[in-house]
């Protein structure tokens, strides 16, 4: 409440505001604190900071999966030229019946892996990264194992290991000869085992590439180890609509 | 002979595994502690009670820190399973931080602070906004998969990476537990908050990220060799729900002590407050 005598009265003002100093129209001396202060301003790049490095890791974490549009992009494996037939050979399955490869995956989309069930490292992760991709996309995809290790991977042994990634993969055996036929014929690198150790447990060197072969039967693609699901995922419906890639023009990623 | 660990991309055996730079970084650690208690010692200065139980704190921290870096948790966290990698986070960042820090005596410290003039700097880190944004800042960058790719695959980087989290997680529970009294905020409610937002607010987009992610993010652990048969994908899962949820009993069991001992303090009549003395950690 301020007083302001006006004549002989005595005028009485209330109001909730300060007195308004006398020079208040002057501008504030350096001294003085600034309008905004210093640890709004800090607090609020402190923020943008954060913020800004939450929508990168949230960019980091987008996937490269464009979908199926994305055809005539690059492929993730390394495209075989000139594209070769899809082979002929006649191996077992895990049922033990004879499994004539040429005839029974004819005009479909197929993934052909060599490997062998004891394999530590690269077989199961190849397989494994297969059967959740697939789980992603609506493509009818053949998945076939064959094994560079006939003389421990019998057909039981096949069916369960195969199986355990998914129920419509199919394992593949046979006598020594015709698996390495197999590799042959698909113009893959034959398998060598290592010399057993002391209990009778080996390695054995294999290619570590999935092959695909395309519906109009020409292997096409070979896909190495470390192709990711994502990879297959944006791969595959492209290769099942027939958008396969051209030599002349793709380069290996 | 590795020193550190590191992604190898070898099937994962329970197979012991030696790594001789733990082992010496921790040792140093435990002995550089132990020198300076001896020290202290010799000098003839006191020794409090409270003092004798920092030694708890820290040997169970080191405890922890060792146990989230060598074999075996940090061989798989290293290069087989994202959740491993997440577990190992939070014991440094959650446990093992605070734990240090509760177990160093303000006279082991404050000398080095004096003498490298580190008071201004330590009381702009202490700022709850800098440090609860310097904490998150790293949590992003860490585990950003280009990050965790291209660090995990060498023992260098990994060591890196380790040496970071500890020292985000010094940083978010400096203004909580720090041995410098002043650099602990004073206001009960600004640190409830504070680490309510800092340890367990943000940490949850990423942890969404991880777990509704469509593909392993991370390549290092979607080609590792399996551990008993867990998909990369269900891995990535466990991680992001561990990033999410995984803090909530330290940070609400923290935040629960804070207020508990600030209501004691305030409802205590006036005349019993002024003979008892403040906690021994509050001080």
């Known amino acids: 409440m301020f007083r302001t005598r006006v004549g002989d009265n005595v005028l009485i003002v209330t109001s909730t505001l300060p007195p308004v100093p006398l020079d208040a129209d002057r501008p504030q001396s350096a001294s003085q604190p600034p309008v905004v202060p210093r640890w709004v301003i800090a607090s609020f790049l402190l923020g943008g900071a954060l913020f800004l490095a939450i929508a990168a890791f949230a960019l980091a974490s987008r996937t490269g999966h464009e979908g199926p549009s ?26 033990g019946a004879p499994y004539d490869f040429e005839a029974q995956t004819r005009g479909h989309l197929t993934l052909v892996f060599f490997g062998y069930t004891n394999c530590p ?3 199961p992760v190849q397989l494994a990264t297969i059967a959740q991709a697939l789980q992603k996309v609506d493509v009818p995809v053949e998945v076939v194992f064959v094994t560079t290790d006939p003389a421990r991977d019998t057909p039981e042994r096949l069916d369960s290991w195969v199986h355990s990634f998914s129920r419509d993969f199919i394992g593949l055996t046979g006598d020594q000869t015709a698996v390495e036929a197999a590799q042959q014929a698909m113009g893959a690198t034959v398998a060598v085992a290592q010399e057993p150790n002391s209990r009778g447990d080996y390695l054995v060197g294999h290619t570590s590439g999935v092959f695909v072969i395309t519906p109009d039967d020409r292997v096409r693609l070979v896909y ?3 192709t990711r699901q994502e990879d297959w995922v944006r791969d595959l419906p492209r290769l099942a609509k027939a958008q396969w890639p051209d030599p002349s023009t793709e380069r290996p990623s | 002979m590795s020193w550190w660990c ?8 329970w197979a012991f595994r030696a790594y001789p730079g733990i082992w010496i970084t921790m040792l140093s650690l435990i002995g550089a502690y132990v020198w300076a208690w001896h020290r202290h010692r010799r000098r003839g200065l006191p020794v409090s009670p409270d003092d004798r139980r920092k030694r708890l704190w820290f040997g169970l921290g080191m405890a922890l820190l060792w146990l989230a870096t060598d074999w075996p948790l940090g061989v798989l966290g290293a290069g087989y399973l994202a959740t491993a990698h997440m577990v190992q986070y939070m014991l440094y960042t959650l446990v093992a931080a605070p734990l240090l820090l509760l177990g160093i005596p303000e006279w082991m410290v404050r000398p080095a602070v004096e003498r490298f ?8 880190l202490a700022r709850p906004v800098v440090a609860g944004v310097g904490y998150n800042l790293v949590l992003l960058a860490t585990h950003a998969p280009f990050t965790v790719d291209t660090f995990r695959t060498s023992q260098l980087g990994s060591m890196a990476l380790d ?12 203004p909580l537990v720090s041995p410098l009294q002043e650099l602990r905020h004073p206001s009960p409610a600004v640190r409830c908050v504070y680490l309510f937002l800092a340890a367990g607010a943000i940490a949850m987009v990423p942890g969404g990220m991880l777990t509704f992610a469509d593909f392993p993010l991370y390549r290092t652990y979607e080609l590792a060799p399996r551990v008993y048969g867990l998909s990369a994908s269900d891995d990535q899962q466990m991680a992001g729900i561990l990033m999410k949820i995984g803090n909530i009993p330290i940070v609400w069991t923290v935040i629960f002590v804070i207020f508990a001992r600030w209501a004691t303090r305030e409802w205590r009549p006036a005349s019993s407050a002024s ?5 021994a950690s509050e001080r």
């Open chain 2, 275 to 279: 003979k008892v003395p403040t906690p």
């Open chain 1, 224 to 226: 190495p180890f470390g």
């Open chain 1, 121 to 123: 490292d690269v077989c």
């Open chain 2, 6 to 13: 590191s992604a190898t991309r070898e099937p994962w055996t």
């Open chain 1, 70 to 95: 994305d055809a005539g992009g690059e492929w993730a494996g390394r495209v075989l030229e000139p594209a070769q037939p899809r082979p002929s050979f006649i191996l077992t399955d895990t049922s």
């Open chain 2, 163 to 174: 040496v970071v989290w500890l020292l985000s997680g010094l940083l978010l529970w400096t």
């Open chain 2, 117 to 124: 003039q580190l008071e201004g700097v330590l009381r702009r």
